[in-house]
């Protein structure tokens, strides 16, 4: 039972051009969401996340959407570089205590950005 | 501040042995998550220690378990290790107040 779904296991886009990762979370007790770059041989590396009383956040070249209703995050990265080119983690998880310390993580999505 | 470490970051056992892997967080981080990455399965939750307790537990046999140390420091342990617990093994710490975690580059280990 898969809580969180990347379904799109890689992504090719050029540089200078758009890059929109995609991601789906079933649990509704999800309330709050990151993004993690992650390279070979590398721990994942935090990128930026969303509490869900927000439906934006911005840092730089990354946006992340969130749509409650649809259960639905996204990952813009404008405009997409070379050195982007990694596994771009989704994770979710349950803030206020309990069970919810853990991060539930999508399998990835494989981005390159060509030159 | 210096990031999350982890020791060793290779390592080669044999069926049936066990291992130890060390994790310290960045310095006033109070919690320590543990994490598998293995290429089907991806990332999965082993379980949160915070202030010396296992708060959280994923759904792995008992042969895994940890330990966290009054300075926060964590120990994993996987005692008769089988074939498919090669994997990346993954220490991650936070404040514990569910902020983001930050990951440490790993411990890959090889069961042959």
């Known amino acids: 039972d898969q809580q969180v779904k990347q379904n799109s296991p890689s992504l090719s886009v050029q540089e200078g051009r758009i890059s929109i990762l995609n991601c789906d979370y079933t649990n509704s007790m999800f309330d709050y969401f990151l993004w993690y770059k992650k390279y070979p041989a590398e721990g994942p590396t935090f990128l930026i996340s969303?509490?869900?009383?927000?439906d934006k956040n911005e840092d730089g070249r990354f946006t992340v959407f969130l749509n409650k209703s649809a259960k639905h995050l996204s990952l813009h990265i404008v405009p997409s570089q070379p050195g982007d080119s990694a596994v771009y983690f989704c994770a979710a998880s349950g803030v206020g205590g309990g069970s919810n310390y853990k991060l539930t993580f999508g399998k990835g999505t494989l981005l390159t950005v060509n030159p | 501040k210096a990031g999350v470490t982890q020791t060793p970051r290779y390592l080669i056992k044999t069926r049936g042995q066990q291992v130890t892997l060390s994790c310290s967080p960045i310095s006033g981080h109070r919690s320590v998550s543990w994490y598998q990455q293995t290429p089907g399965q991806g990332l999965q939750f082993l379980f949160e220690y915070f202030s010396e307790t296992q708060r959280n537990k994923g759904n792995f046999p008992g042969r895994f378990s940890g330990r966290q140390f009054s300075n926060s420091r964590s120990e994993m342990n996987v005692s008769t290790l089988e074939l498919g617990d090669s994997a990346l093994y993954l220490c991650?710490?936070?404040?514990?107040?569910?902020?983001?975690?930050?990951f440490g580059p790993g411990t890959r280990l090889t069961v042959l």
């Open positions: 969303i509490s869900s009383i927000k």
């Open positions: 991650a710490s936070s404040l514990g107040d569910g902020n983001e975690q930050f």
